[in-house]
């Protein structure tokens, strides 16, 4: 229930005015021009229920006074509405102000809010979304005539219901935007299960990979090895068989000494040339 409305700067009430209701059937009369169309538009406005073209108005700043009969132009327009909710008894005090430059702000409660939170604290109040609080001239054509899924609105908004309602589409909406989520991280979750057994893969087959290298460098330092042993071998025999061997043609010169001039040697023995090799079985050391 309507307890009380207040004008400031909105349209035609340059000065601040308070209209009060009290119970029963409140009527405004007034001549053409003064005004009575204009509280009906502010109490659209400030319950968010209109656009600025919906009461005739170009934009949002047109509502404010232009001035006129010597009055000033104002630089706001604001339109409080205080409520008596149904059932409860709590009163609800709205706020809505524009301002010449084009901001806006609403209050509710004396504290700033969105507009959504707005049309929660109107419904079933008559003021919310799809409520027929209040109703213009050829709009009731228009509810006779509605679809029914409006006119099942229009119903719910008059018993009190729409916000519970609406509550409940919230609530629907929000667990259909959390399955979805649901179902995408699910998704995400088997991709990423999925390159996790890759990555577990590529481990093991790195360690396995790890494993044999390192046999295969301990398997080649063990032939290094077994190979300059084998070859110290080598080097160690052919070293005595070369001191054996040495040792053996120290007496040779002697021998040769007491050989007769080679021009008395027959053919058979006449020494070799000095540059021939002498076939001892001995391997040649370059």
Known sequence: MIQSVSLHGFKSFSERTRLEFGPGISAII?????????????????????????????????????????????????????????????????????????????????????????HAALRGTGLGPGGLAVIGQGEVSGVVQA????????????????????????????????ERHLEAVSLLYAEREAALDRLRQAAELARASQRLQAELDLCEEALVRERQLALRRELTAAAAELRQLTGEGSSWPLQFSRLPPSSKWPARLSPRPAHATRRTGVPRLL
């Open 30 to 118: 007034g001549p053409n021009g003064s005004g009575k169309s204009n509280v009906v538009e502010a109490l659209r406005w400030v319950a968010h229920q209109a656009r600025a073209r919906e009461l005739r108005a170009g934009r949002g700043t047109e509502l404010i006074f232009h001035g006129s009969g010597g009055k000033a132009p104002l630089g706001l327009a604001e339109v409080e509405l205080e409520l008596r909710l149904p059932g409860s008894g709590e009163r609800l005090n709205l706020t809505r102000r524009i301002y010449r430059d084009g901001t806006a702000e609403q209050d509710l409660g004396g504290q700033s809010v969105r507009v959504r939170d707005i």
């Open 147 to 178: 679809s029914g899924a409006t006119l099942l609105g229009y119903l719910q908004e008059a018993a009190g219901l729409s916000k519970a309602v609406a509550l409940r589409q919230e609530t629907q909406a929000g667990l259909d935007t959390a």
